[in-house]
């Protein structure tokens, strides 16, 4: 796992996009595997400037996201897709058929998340999962607990997660209690992971995720299996690791490839 320490949020999010651009001037209809949440709003403004900038054409990069609450309408301002209207694909030039962002209101889900599966495949698999990870270790919406192999499917949300993220809504009462999310095994199979995180409520599911045993109560700990995983973090989430000078040391000494 590339372990790299930026000192702010803001220089968090500029190297999460610059790694997105390269993928993207690599392989221009790029297979983009996309994360909500509050931390990688920094990541998505920069893309958006990279964008109006003229310097990266999203015209044919395909998208994925990883999760939905279940019942939740699209046109809801706190479902996830709204959320990825607002926060990138709206001052992009994304094209609408080319973004894929589950459903949470779909009658058969059993039916709908094999469907959701098969749509990855058949672009060929997501080439650059962008992650964030729940105070809980979760990556996606997979729980403490949830199989390292998982396969997109809908979940029952951790207390700490309605917690969390009811800060969201006028009532705790209002967040969903299910949500459908690809699984670990599914973002697993994406070429490349790049999970982002920052702040000091982080630091012990950051801990967890790179010096921690590798466990289904840390899903994101599955990262440590993953051949090509890069998590970038700002100062204050790193307070719990052991090997930071370590990990800026092989940052500093990286290979030039
Ligand atoms: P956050 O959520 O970015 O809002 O902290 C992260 C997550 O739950 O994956």
């Known amino acids: 796992m590339e372990v790299i320490i930026k000192d702010t949020y803001e220089e968090m999010s500029i190297e999460a996009a610059k790694i997105i651009k390269d993928a993207i001037h690599l392989k221009p209809n790029l297979v983009l595997g996309l994360a909500t949440g509050t931390t990688p709003i920094g990541t998505y403004k920069e893309l958006i400037r990279m964008h109006q900038a003229g310097e990266l054409d999203f015209s044919k990069v ?62 060929g698999g997501v080439d650059l ?33 309605i917690r969390d993220n009811s800060r969201f809504f006028d009532r705790i009462e209002d967040v969903p209690r299910l949500a459908i999310t690809m699984g670990v095994g599914t973002i697993m199979e994406a070429k490349h992971c790049l999970l982002v995180a920052n702040g000091k409520k982080k630091a012990g599911p950051v801990a967890a995720l790179v010096e921690g045993p590798i466990t289904s109560q840390v899903t994101a700990s599955a990262l440590q299996m993953h051949p090509n995983a890069t998590v970038i ?25």
């Not at 919406?141 to 390292?148: A, D, I, W, Y």
């Open 62 to 123: 395909v998208t994925f996201n990883l999760d939905e609450y279940v019942g939740m309408p699209s046109t809801h301002d706190q479902s996830y897709h709204y959320f990825m209207h607002e926060n990138l694909f709206n001052d992009i030039n994304i094209a609408p058929d080319n973004v894929h962002v589950p459903s949470g209101v779909v009658k058969d889900f059993k039916r709908y998340c094999q469907w959701y599966e098969d749509e990855i495949a058949k672009v």
């Open 129 to 161: 999962q962008v992650l964030g990870i729940g105070s809980d270790g979760h990556i996606g919406f997979n729980e403490p607990g949830t199989s390292l192999a998982s396969r997109t499917m809908v979940v029952t949300l951790t207390e700490e997660t």
């Open 233 to 257: 973090f700002d100062e204050a989430a790193t307070s719990k690791l052991k090997r930071i000078d370590y990990y800026k040391w092989t940052y500093e000494n990286r290979p030039e490839v």
